[in-house]
Each structure stands twice: as C-alpha cells, then as structure tokens.
C-alpha cells in the first residue's frame, strides 16, 4: 500500500487548509486511516482517526479540524479552520489494515502569525 498526500503550504493564523490522502494498492475492508503531525522538536502525535465511518479527532484540534474519507477512493481527508501557529507540523498520512500500518511521506503545514 502506498500513501499519497497531498493539500499542505503556508497560511496565515485563522485560515484553512485541506489535506489529502488517497491509499493505493491492495485495500481490504476494515482499514483504518487518519493524520498523525509532528512540530518540531516535539513527537509525533494523533491529529484524528476515521474508523468504520466514525470519526475522532483530538481534543487540540476538536472543532476546528474535520476528518473524513471517501470509501470509493479510499481517500481520506482533513479540513483544518482557524488555523493557529502551533499547528504549524509535518502532517502524516496514517492507514492501518490487517495489523500493518503504512505512512505518507509528510506534507508540511506553517501558521504564520
């Protein structure tokens, strides 16, 4: 499987942002996808999830951040509003099938002030 990302650039505080990220290869049913960022000199961490439909997203970005898929393109993406400059991060692409998980290649996203 292969995560191709895309949709990060610079915006300035209380903009928006899309990004994307379709899976491409043998996918099965049951898979998992979702954004992990990382700041720098900080660990990566979980921006949300979208598991059988259901969305989560974490509580630093719960209500400015929408995370939702496209099942026929097996796509998922991540509407960011309001954008603050602590979300300035390399934003991953994270899918899970099977007991594998599999990353993009990071897309950065920088919040000016």
């Known amino acids: 499987v292969q995560l191709q990302a895309s949709g990060g650039g610079l915006v300035q505080a209380g903009g928006s942002l899309r990004l994307s990220c379709a899976a491409i290869?043998?996918?099965?049913?049951?898979?998992?996808m979702g954004w992990y960022r990382q700041a720098p000199g900080k660990q990566r961490e979980l921006v949300g999830t979208?598991?059988?439909?259901?969305?989560n997203t974490a509580e630093s970005v719960a209500g400015r951040f929408t995370i939702s898929r496209d099942n026929t393109e097996n796509t998922v993406y991540l509407q960011m509003k309001n954008l603050k400059p602590e979300d300035t991060a390399v934003y991953y692409c994270?899918?899970?099938?099977?007991?594998?998980?599999?990353w993009g290649q990071g897309t950065q996203v920088t919040v000016s002030s």
């Open positions: 979208i598991i059988r439909g259901n969305p």
């Open positions: 290869g043998n996918i099965f049913r049951g898979n998992v």
């Open positions: 994270y899918f899970n099938q099977r007991g594998l998980a599999y």
